[in-house]
């Protein structure tokens, strides 16, 4: 293909050459409109664009997602069909990814498609992810019963509930000044009080939130093992807000038999972390009393900014708890709070409270007893920096 000579007098009489290899300014301006994996790429150009792209990449600490729901047309499920596709699109540098889908994710084929091979790969979904996301980059994959999840593109799109299948999200979080997510996961081989001290659970006066799920919850000796855990954290003034899960798919559990119990979650750390939850207990049957209920939140006075609202249903609620009205909880929620994401799961049992926490003062104190729930749903905002 002939060059445009037009275009080649324009670039050798223009200063543009010049001002993109020496004007860091006008450089790290461009490069905000880069995707980060693009980002990335472009940052092996040169010495100035590499620095560029880290004051970049420093700068963008806002928290994003992908979801997808429905049947994707394919054997695959719905989230792995756009997930590879969609993190080429996010414009930060994922630190802690939490990735949920219903049970279905664990049977379909792999997240993505090598582009230099005619056949499908039919790798796990562990190793899919790894391969979506940088290297270092912690990501736990949790597989349920149903899913709440708000629609990729906007903060204030209409959260939906998925009680039956082909639904999924991943959130990214980003490196965040003042904020420690810290994973972890422990069965019966592994639980002991130094795990729990490493994993930042206990003797931690800076943790805020931990976002926990337990499962295989119904074998011989998990409730005793549960209690292991929630007793010290119900001692703490941490949010402590999850559910009762299928399964864990990613990161491979090498410590764990097959079909054991075990917890696994997110410990988040710091002054920059801000956490509240109320209970919709048993006797929440309306929409209007749903709506109460959330509304509570808005005494600990979260900032919208970076914060994520997590439902935890009983499989039992949704579509039948509600006289046949679908997506009544997710909706309360946005009415209350119409800027701020919703996500979550169905599960086989809740755990939480009414916990709000500002400075010094809490709502409410709990024992491990109460933090475990049926037939409920434990509502959470938790805000980072």
Not at 5 to 26: F, G, H, R, W
Not at 40 to 55: D, E, F, G, Y
Not at 193 to 206: I, Q
Request: charged residues 20%.
């Amino acid at each position: 293909m002939s060059e445009n000579p037009d275009l080649v007098d324009y670039l050798q009489d223009s200063k543009a050459p010049y001002i993109l290899s020496n004007v860091a300014e006008v450089v790290e301006r461009i490069l905000t409109f880069i995707p980060t994996k693009s980002l990335l790429r472009l940052a092996s150009v040169c010495r100035l664009w590499r620095n560029c792209a880290r004051r970049v990449l420093r700068t963008q600490q806002q928290l994003t997602w992908v979801s997808a729901s429905g049947q994707s047309g394919t054997k695959t499920h719905a989230l792995n069909s756009i997930l590879a596709e969609e993190v080429e699109n996010v414009y930060l540098l994922p630190k802690t990814v939490l990735v949920m889908a219903d049970s279905e994710i664990l049977n379909g084929e792999s997240f993505c498609y090598r582009q230099n091979k005619a056949k499908k790969s039919r790798s796990s979904p562990d190793a899919e992810l790894n391969q979506l996301f940088p290297k270092g980059c912690d990501i736990m994959g949790i597989a349920t019963p149903g899913i709440v999840l708000t629609p990729s593109g906007s903060c204030s799109n209409p959260p939906q509930e998925y009680q039956e299948g082909g639904a999924g999200f991943a959130i990214m979080f980003p490196a965040v000044e003042g904020v420690q997510i810290q994973p972890f996961h422990f069965c019966k081989k592994t639980i002991s009080p130094t795990a729990l001290k490493e994993a930042g659970l206990v003797d931690n006066p800076e943790l805020r939130v931990v976002l926990i799920f337990f499962c295989e919850a119904y074998k011989p000796g998990g409730a005793r093992f549960l209690n292991q855990i929630l007793e010290p954290l119900a001692k703490s003034k941490a949010l402590i807000a999850g559910g009762l899960v299928e399964s864990a798919f990613s990161p491979p559990r090498q410590c764990c038999s097959q079909g054991t119990y075990g917890v696994m979650g997110l410990a988040l750390s710091g002054p920059k972390v801000q956490g509240a939850s109320v209970l919709l207990e048993e006797d929440v049957i309306s929409g209007k009393a749903a709506e109460a209920t959330i509304r509570r939140l808005k005494a600990a006075k979260i900032p919208e900014k970076n914060t994520l609202g997590f439902m935890f249903a009983c499989v039992g609620r949704g579509q039948n708890y509600y006289s046949n009205q679908s997506n009544v909880e997710a909706d309360a929620f946005h009415k209350v709070f119409p800027n701020t994401p919703l996500f979550g799961l169905f599960g086989n049992g809740e755990i939480g409270c009414d916990r709000i926490i500002k400075d010094d003062y809490t709502l409410c104190d709990t024992d491990t007893d109460s933090l475990q729930h049926e037939y409920t749903t434990v509502m959470t905002l938790v805000h980072l920096g």
